[in-house]
């Protein structure tokens, strides 16, 4: 039987992205030739398998996005109409790009045209792509759909898309972006995820909301995003408590209202928050520990290799997540986070969210935060004391054993499998019911 080949294509720098670094892993691994093309800039030490950064894309002559000019009068025209349609004449500094974006309001077709001249790195993508030869495309999030859709019409191949968000309503707290920014990733995604032989996203409510917003026949696969199984000793707390937040370091996470909340936290517990943070980021938390009076309770350390994410997290007591739930996306949030403190042995204390919950509630891994504010994750940290968290701890160690890649993506390698050779997708068909709202 021939060797099977995949292209994965993520907007991302693949060597420290856990998710799509794990794809190639288990495909690989698998018995694939795997290549993908991704951003430049990796920290983490290269996988097993190749990886093509965008920056090879230079110079190629397809490789360069048309001078499409954004503010043309029949754009701002358009832009313009819809202003006045949703009463929204105030927004009327909108820049020549957005208004390119605000224009698919008025005018649908024009979506997938205003994808294409959004960012270059999609063009690069699409150089690069032409030159590999593959059975499968595989597109990570809607900003790579586009992309693969095209390479695999022009090769007259499948491809599969994996969605990490639920990106119609990944701001949705945020009218502005609502207005400007959400319609034309509805109507990409929309355009072409119903001709993906196999669809799969991070959770099953946002699997079951996919279906619904685009009307699909079947309900994208849930692939939650475990990490490879490591076997780490449990490890007893000591006299002070370590809580850690790791992952992406920026705005809508729930940072600051934490770093607030730990001056109502018992003496014994302090905070590290680590990850990629900006500077100008990273200069508004520090003001925000220094106003309220937490200066050496709160640590902000720089990220680790993505590859070195547990074994880091393992030195911990508690892992923290105080997600807002303003969003369907937030709401139906299943984070790389989650899984990698389980795996690290770490007690968890996460926002009472539905598909986090319900995973702390079947295996006893912590504590749940009952809303977002200071006051309330203060009083969740709180609640735990040492006997606690080392229950919690021994849990987190024996569900590790469940929630790892090695379980979770076997389906996954499954799926693409039957859709290369066959092209057939194993996806379950729908029950018909519709998500409101």
Same mark, same amino acid.
């Given at each position: 039987?021939?060797?099977? @080949?995949?292209?994965?294509?993520?907007?991302?720098?693949?060597?420290?992205?856990?998710?799509?670094?794990?794809?190639?892993?288990?495909?690989?691994?698998?018995?694939?030739?795997?290549?993908?093309?991704?951003?430049?800039?990796?920290?983490s030490a290269a996988p097993d398998w190749r990886v093509v950064p965008?920056?090879?894309?230079?110079?190629?002559?397809?490789?360069?996005?048309?001078?499409?000019?954004?503010?043309?009068?029949?754009?701002?025209?358009?832009?313009?109409?819809?202003?006045? @349609?949703?009463?929204?004449?105030?927004?009327?500094?909108?820049?020549?790009?957005?208004?390119?974006?605000?224009?698919?309001?008025?005018?649908?077709?024009?979506?997938?045209?205003?994808?294409?001249?959004?960012?270059?790195? *999609?063009?690069?993508?699409?150089?690069?792509?032409?030159?590999?030869?593959?059975?499968?495309?595989?597109?990570?999030?809607?900003?790579?759909?586009?992309?693969?859709?095209?390479?695999?019409?022009?090769?007259?191949?499948?491809?599969?898309?994996?969605?990490?968000?639920?990106?119609?309503?990944?701001?949705?707290?945020?009218?502005?972006?609502?207005?400007?920014?959400?319609?034309? @990733?509805?109507?990409?995604?929309?355009?072409?995820?119903?001709?993906?032989?196999?669809?799969?996203?991070?959770?099953?409510?946002?699997?079951?909301?996919?279906?619904?917003?685009?009307?699909?026949?079947?309900?994208?696969?849930?692939?939650?995003?475990?990490?490879?199984?490591?076997?780490?000793?449990?490890?007893?707390?000591?006299?002070?408590?370590?809580?850690?937040?790791?992952?992406?370091?920026?705005?809508?996470?729930?940072?600051?209202?934490?770093?607030?909340?730990?001056?109502?936290?018992?003496?014994?517990?302090?905070?590290?928050?680590?990850?990629?943070?900006?500077?100008?980021?990273?200069?508004?938390?520090?003001?925000?520990?220094?106003?309220?009076?937490?200066?050496?309770?709160?640590?902000?350390?720089?990220?680790?290799?993505?590859?070195?994410?547990?074994?880091?997290?393992?030195? *911990?007591?508690?892992?923290?997540?105080?997600?807002?739930?303003?969003?369907?996306?937030?709401?139906?949030?299943?984070?790389?986070?989650?899984?990698?403190?389980?795996?690290?042995?770490?007690?968890?204390?996460?926002?009472?969210?539905?598909?986090?919950?319900?995973?702390?509630?079947?295996?006893?891994?912590?504590?749940?935060?009952?809303?977002?504010?200071?006051?309330e994750i203060a009083a969740a940290i709180n609640c735990l004391d040492?006997?606690?968290?080392?229950?919690?701890?021994?849990?987190?160690?024996?569900?590790?054993?469940?929630?790892?890649?090695?379980?979770?993506? @076997?389906?996954?390698?499954?799926?693409?499998?039957?859709?290369?050779?066959?092209?057939?997708?194993?996806?379950?068909?729908?029950?018909?019911?519709?998500?409101?709202?």
């Amino acid at each position: 039987m021939a060797q099977l @080949r995949v292209g994965i294509v993520s907007q991302s720098v693949i060597a420290d992205d856990p998710r799509v670094r794990r794809q190639g892993d288990a495909l690989a691994k698998a018995g694939w030739d795997v290549v993908a093309l991704g951003m430049d800039g990796a920290t983490s030490a290269a996988p097993d398998w190749r990886v093509v950064p965008s920056s090879v894309a230079h110079g190629m002559p397809d490789a360069t996005m048309p001078d499409t000019g954004y503010a043309t009068r029949g754009v701002r025209a358009l832009a313009i109409r819809a202003l006045a @349609r949703a009463g929204q004449l105030k927004l009327l500094s909108l820049s020549p790009y957005e208004q390119s974006l605000v224009s698919v309001r008025i005018d649908p077709k024009r979506a997938e045209t205003v994808y294409w001249t959004m960012n270059s790195i *999609f063009w690069h993508f699409l150089a690069l792509g032409r030159r590999e030869k593959v059975d499968l495309w595989l597109g990570n999030d809607w900003t790579s759909l586009p992309v693969v859709a095209r390479l695999s019409r022009e090769a007259g191949i499948p491809y599969a898309y994996d969605t990490h968000e639920l990106c119609a309503e990944e701001f949705y707290e945020d009218k502005r972006w609502r207005f400007v920014q959400k319609p034309v @990733r509805v109507l990409t995604e929309g355009a072409f995820i119903r001709d993906a032989g196999v669809v799969s996203t991070v959770s099953p409510k946002i699997a079951e909301r996919l279906a619904a917003i685009h009307s699909l026949d079947r309900t994208p696969l849930s692939i939650r995003s475990t990490p490879t199984y490591q076997e780490h000793p449990f490890r007893p707390t000591g006299e002070r408590i370590r809580v850690l937040y790791h992952g992406a370091v920026w705005q809508h996470r729930g940072l600051e209202a934490c770093i607030r909340s730990v001056a109502a936290w018992r003496s014994e517990f302090d905070l590290t928050i680590r990850g990629p943070i900006s500077d100008a980021y990273r200069a508004e938390l520090e003001q925000e520990i220094e106003r309220s009076g937490v200066v050496g309770r709160v640590t902000l350390a720089p990220a680790v290799p993505m590859t070195e994410l547990v074994r880091e997290a393992s030195r *911990f007591d508690v892992g923290i997540f105080a997600l807002p739930g303003h969003s369907n996306h937030n709401r139906y949030a299943l984070p790389n986070k989650f899984f990698e403190y389980a795996m690290a042995g770490l007690a968890l204390c996460v926002s009472d969210l539905p598909e986090m919950a319900s995973l702390v509630n079947r295996y006893r891994l912590g504590t749940l935060i009952r809303g977002a504010s200071s006051t309330e994750i203060a009083a969740a940290i709180n609640c735990l004391d040492r006997e606690t968290i080392d229950k919690a701890k021994q849990n987190a160690l024996l569900a590790a054993r469940e929630l790892c890649w090695e379980e979770e993506s @076997r389906k996954m390698v499954s799926a693409y499998e039957a859709l290369a050779r066959d092209g057939v997708a194993r996806m379950p068909a729908r029950d018909g019911a519709a998500l409101v709202g």
